[in-house]
């Protein structure tokens, strides 16, 4: 066998106590248990473990006894244990860390009499059954999606990807978490490139832990700062990943989060929609430019109509109409932010409420404070109408980081167009549109296919094509085998 990591089992039980303490922690397990006449120290965690697999195993192994009768050693005796052990998942530790990760990932850990030490992997974390995202829902198609469970999520992709190429590498971060993260990439179809960042960036991070999870590491990997727009795709659903996959994306699964990071990615794969193809194309090809209208109207509507309520010489004599008949005493601009910070603080307030009361409290802010607001003159009933609108616009955008930053960009939109007017509205609507242009994730253009400008590749996107014609991968994700037929 090999060097055993300790010299004896009182050895192995002191290393126990110094790392989880003496009866400090009432689910760190130690157990003292015999198989046949041999001692073994039996070291878990009480609730990570799967009590009854273990018990079926070690049930399983007494009736074995004649394997180990005629060992004339403890050498021979561990590698009985090892080579007859019932059970597929059996590895012999390393070193002190990887038994310390193993028994906080929920593994089980045994040290035999002369101190050779192995581990069993019985693990059954604590969660919930696949099951469909409620931000990604979709009239026709599957109902099952991530969970918690990483090996539950690596699972689900397998089963929509067969095939050989799909690789998922573990890879261990922070120095007191210990958090699983597992990158999952087609070979030969993903960038080498890209590869090499993710994995660099993992090996560098140093943090105590990543509690929240996903998020945390985005803003490890991309050192985001105080950037507002998402620079990953985050996806709930295994048939969304599985698609990216192929595409020659990279997928970043981190344990504990029930959805996967999706890489390099550009804004426009943030306006997508897996709804787009349960359809037929031109079904999904109108759906889409919906989408997309829905998305630029949310963001210069109420900007725009605000300009032109206060510069009526703007406005042709066939839309003489637009703007407040009464301007009431509050000024336009305050109603408008009030109004648009309200329906923000309405979408909390409907996160934190009780399901069966959630219902009750969205009537009551559109239907009596709406109403009431007007009739004091509070607000103008055509403020309270655009910004509804805008709301809903916004509503319909798949990512919901993309839609908050939309009106974040919205509300800087309606400032600039208070303060300096028809300029200020075309200035920041330019720096917005520089500022985007100057995003380069993974050194991928933000803006592509229209900054830089791919006519063939903007075609694809604002049109859903037959998926029998030949499509081939994503320019961005620099694939080096970009003939999805091969």
Same mark, same amino acid.
């Given at each position: 066998?090999?060097?055993?990591?300790?010299?004896?089992?009182?050895?192995?039980?002191?290393?126990?106590?110094?790392?989880?303490?003496?009866?400090?922690?009432?689910?760190?397990?130690?157990?003292?248990?015999?198989?046949?006449?041999?001692?073994?120290?039996?070291?878990?965690?009480?609730?990570?473990?799967?009590?009854?697999?273990?018990?079926?195993?070690?049930?399983?192994?007494?009736?074995?006894?004649?394997?180990?009768?005629?060992?004339?050693?403890?050498?021979?005796?561990?590698?009985?244990?090892?080579?007859?052990?019932?059970?597929?998942?059996?590895?012999?530790?390393?070193?002190?860390?990887?038994?310390?990760?193993?028994?906080?990932?929920?593994?089980?850990?045994?040290?035999?009499?002369?101190?050779?030490?192995?581990?069993?992997?019985?693990?059954?974390?604590?969660?919930?059954?696949?099951?469909?995202?409620?931000?990604?829902?979709?009239?026709?198609?599957?109902?099952?999606?991530?969970?918690?469970?990483?090996?539950?999520?690596?699972?689900?992709?397998?089963?929509?990807?067969?095939?050989?190429?799909?690789?998922?590498?573990?890879?261990?971060?922070?120095?007191?978490?210990?958090?699983?993260?597992?990158?999952?990439?087609?070979?030969?179809?993903?960038?080498?490139?890209?590869?090499?960042?993710?994995?660099?960036?993992?090996?560098?991070?140093?943090?105590?832990?990543?509690?929240?999870?996903?998020?945390?590491?985005?803003?490890?990997?991309?050192?985001?700062?105080?950037?507002?727009?998402?620079?990953?795709?985050?996806?709930?659903?295994?048939?969304?990943?599985?698609?990216? +996959?192929?595409?020659?994306?990279? !997928? #970043?699964?981190?344990?504990?989060? =029930? $959805?996967?990071? *999706?890489?390099?990615? &550009?804004? @426009?794969?943030?306006?997508?929609?897996?709804?787009?193809?349960?359809?037929?194309?031109?079904?999904?090809?109108?759906?889409?430019?919906?989408?997309?209208?829905?998305?630029?109207?949310?963001?210069?509507?109420?900007?725009?109509?605000?300009?032109?309520?206060?510069?009526?010489?703007?406005?042709?004599?066939?839309?003489?109409?637009?703007?407040?008949?009464?301007?009431?005493?509050?000024?336009?601009?305050?109603?408008?932010?009030?109004?648009?910070?309200?329906?923000?603080?309405?979408?909390?307030?409907?996160?934190?409420?009780?399901?069966?009361?959630?219902?009750?409290?969205?009537?009551?802010?559109?239907?009596?404070?709406?109403?009431?607001?007007?009739?004091?003159?509070?607000?103008?009933?055509?403020?309270? +109408?655009?910004?509804?609108?805008? !709301? #809903?616009?916004?509503?319909?955008? =798949? $990512?919901?980081? *993309?839609?908050?930053? &939309?009106? @974040?960009?919205?509300?800087?939109?309606?400032?600039?167009?208070?303060?300096?007017?028809?300029?200020?509205?075309?200035?920041?609507?330019?720096?917005?549109?520089?500022?985007?242009?100057?995003?380069?994730?993974?050194?991928?253009?933000?803006?592509?296919?229209?900054?830089?400008?791919?006519?063939?590749?903007?075609?694809?996107?604002?049109?859903?094509?037959?998926?029998?014609?030949?499509?081939?991968?994503?320019?961005?994700?620099?694939?080096?085998?970009?003939?999805?037929?091969?």
């Amino acid at each position: 066998m090999t060097d055993n990591l300790f010299t004896s089992i009182r050895e192995g039980e002191r290393w126990f106590i110094n790392q989880f303490g003496k009866d400090e922690s009432f689910d760190a397990t130690r157990r003292r248990i015999h198989l046949w006449d041999k001692e073994i120290l039996l070291l878990y965690i009480n609730g990570l473990v799967d009590g009854e697999v273990l018990t079926t195993l070690l049930t399983e192994m007494q009736y074995r006894n004649e394997l180990f009768k005629s060992a004339s050693s403890d050498e021979e005796t561990d590698r009985a244990m090892v080579d007859y052990f019932p059970y597929h998942a059996l590895e012999v530790a390393k070193d002190e860390d990887s038994i310390a990760k193993s028994i906080l990932s929920g593994q089980a850990v045994f040290v035999m009499k002369d101190g050779f030490t192995f581990i069993l992997d019985v693990r059954s974390y604590p969660g919930r059954q696949p099951e469909e995202p409620d931000t990604e829902k979709v009239i026709r198609g599957s109902r099952d999606g991530f969970t918690e469970n990483i090996l539950t999520n690596t699972a689900l992709i397998r089963r929509r990807l067969r095939a050989t190429e799909l690789r998922f590498e573990m890879h261990e971060t922070s120095v007191k978490g210990k958090t699983d993260i597992a990158i999952a990439f087609m070979k030969g179809a993903a960038n080498e490139e890209h590869l090499n960042f993710v994995r660099e960036r993992l090996d560098n991070l140093e943090t105590d832990g990543l509690t929240m999870t996903d998020k945390s590491l985005e803003e490890f990997l991309f050192k985001q700062g105080f950037h507002p727009m998402p620079f990953v795709r985050y996806t709930e659903r295994a048939d969304i990943c599985a698609a990216h +996959l192929l595409e020659g994306h990279i !997928a #970043i699964i981190v344990d504990t989060s =029930p $959805s996967v990071i *999706l890489v390099p990615v &550009t804004l @426009v794969h943030h306006m997508q929609h897996a709804e787009e193809y349960r359809q037929a194309p031109l079904i999904g090809t109108f759906i889409r430019m919906v989408r997309f209208t829905g998305t630029f109207l949310s963001l210069v509507m109420l900007p725009f109509w605000y300009l032109l309520s206060t510069e009526k010489q703007f406005v042709p004599e066939a839309i003489k109409y637009i703007g407040p008949n009464e301007w009431g005493e509050v000024p336009l601009f305050v109603q408008l932010i009030l109004a648009d910070v309200g329906i923000e603080v309405l979408r909390m307030a409907a996160i934190h409420t009780p399901t069966p009361l959630s219902t009750a409290m969205g009537l009551v802010a559109a239907i009596v404070i709406g109403q009431v607001a007007i009739d004091v003159g509070l607000f103008s009933s055509e403020v309270v +109408l655009y910004v509804a609108v805008s !709301a #809903i616009l916004t509503f319909a955008i =798949p $990512s919901f980081e *993309l839609s908050i930053t &939309t009106k @974040v960009f919205r509300i800087f939109l309606l400032v600039s167009t208070a303060l300096f007017g028809a300029p200020g509205f075309f200035v920041a609507f330019a720096v917005m549109y520089f500022y985007l242009c100057s995003l380069k994730p993974m050194n991928v253009p933000y803006l592509w296919p229209f900054t830089p400008f791919f006519p063939k590749a903007l075609l694809r996107v604002l049109i859903r094509f037959p998926m029998t014609i030949d499509d081939p991968r994503p320019f961005i994700t620099k694939s080096p085998n970009r003939d999805r037929m091969s």
